[in-house]
């Protein structure tokens, strides 16, 4: 017999297979994304800057309106901090003024827009982690277009803020490590805490905030606290170098400095996802795997990660597979159409390979 809580997943699973248009898709994030949602079977609209320019109201409008997606992924941004501060006008328009033409568009449609923000819409001032509900205070340009942009979206879309993004596709701290890691001696900053974040944990998550249409803000990081000096020992015991070798050192030592003040601990506590709404992305794992290797996590942490992999896709679905794989143990012969368990074949496939 089929328990009852399998049947209601069955239902959301199937909605879960959707069109969704993914902004800043050559991004690191936005690669990661992509990769993501077609391997769980989504019809995907991939625009990177050169498909789509968020600064041109009518090529949004267009992109948007004419394919109609149910869901819209904005991953574009200008992320060089630093320049931001220089050229505050361009920050607003792509980061804050962009996200008016998206979200315009998208509503047009009935689109659900999921957001990409930042911890840099904070200060990073307060003593302890930041959640959904703290007040904002960006100290940056970039901070502030990227809290304008939070703004324009409707309250029934999803606002994501994460923090030190680190992916297979992008310039990151694990490769900055590893392309620096030759020297006798490095030096990083060890009093701004945060939580190292993976596109690939980060894009599961943002595809199943996306499937569910859940409305508010949520901070989604892997789980646990560092400081970059704390990081990069991390990973320079994870590729075989001599953490000893990075020397600790205050932002204030920092020379010369950055013209965009990064918040000092921007710790995100994902409280609604630690409330049950959704699975919190987990420890980070590797770092060398993950940010450098992308997606080929090896032993425990892989198991780690195929855990939550099957929850994202919809609560539920490891029970789905579970059942499929001790239908299997006891030898019973699958039916594909037959019940339940061809659910779980077709939208976890990855879980039976
Ligand atoms: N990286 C982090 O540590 C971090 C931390 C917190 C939040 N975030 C947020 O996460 C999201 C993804 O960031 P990411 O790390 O993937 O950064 P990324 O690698 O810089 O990706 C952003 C993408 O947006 C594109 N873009 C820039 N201007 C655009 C425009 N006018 N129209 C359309 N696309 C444009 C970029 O294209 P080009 O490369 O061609 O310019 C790039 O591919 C952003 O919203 C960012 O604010 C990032």
Not at 128 to 133: A, H, K, L, Q, S
Not at 254 to 280: C, I
Not at 292 to 297: A, E, I, N, R, S
């Amino acid at each position: 017999m089929v328990p009852r809580q399998r049947v209601v997943v069955a239902s959301a699973q199937v909605r879960s297979l959707m069109r969704i248009l993914i902004t800043g898709a050559g991004g690191q994030l936005g690669q990661d994304l992509v990769r993501h949602c077609t391997e769980a079977g989504d019809d995907v609209i991939a625009c990177d800057r050169a498909a789509l320019d968020l600064g041109d109201r009518d090529a949004v409008a267009q992109a948007i309106t004419s394919s109609a997606p149910d869901a819209v992924v904005n991953a574009g941004a200008w992320t060089a901090v630093d320049d931001c501060e220089g050229d505050p006008d361009r920050a607003w328009r792509i980061n804050a003024l962009g996200v008016r033409w998206v979200a315009d568009a998208a509503r047009r449609v009935d689109a659900h827009v999921v957001q990409v923000s930042t911890d840099y819409v904070f200060d990073g001032t307060k003593a302890g982690p930041y959640v959904e509900w703290d007040p904002t205070n960006p100290v940056s340009a970039y901070g502030r277009s990227k809290e304008g942009g939070e703004q324009e979206v409707d309250p029934a879309s999803t606002i994501v803020r994460t923090a030190w993004v680190c992916g297979a596709h992008g310039a990151n701290m694990v490769k900055t490590v590893l392309r620096l890691a030759d020297r006798p001696e490095l030096a990083f900053v060890d009093d701004q805490r945060g939580s190292p974040t993976f596109t690939a944990d980060l894009a599961q998550a943002i595809r199943r905030l996306a499937v569910a249409r859940l409305p508010g803000t949520y901070h989604v990081t892997n789980q646990g606290e560092t400081t970059w000096y704390g990081f990069v020992r991390d990973i320079l015991e994870a590729s075989g170098n001599d953490p000893a070798k990075v020397r600790p050192i205050t932002t204030a030592e920092l020379d010369p400095t950055r013209p965009a003040p990064p918040p000092a601990q921007p710790v995100l506590d994902n409280a609604p996802l630690a409330l049950g709404v959704l699975p919190r992305p987990p420890p980070p794992g590797d770092p060398r795997a993950r940010g450098v290797g992308g997606h080929g996590l090896q032993g425990r942490d892989r198991g780690a990660l195929e855990e939550v992999n099957l929850c994202g896709i919809d609560v539920g679905a490891a029970d789905l597979v579970a059942d499929v794989r001790e239908a299997r143990a006891r030898g019973e012969a699958h039916v594909p159409g037959s019940d339940h368990r061809d659910l779980a074949h077709r939208v976890v496939p990855s879980a039976f390979r």
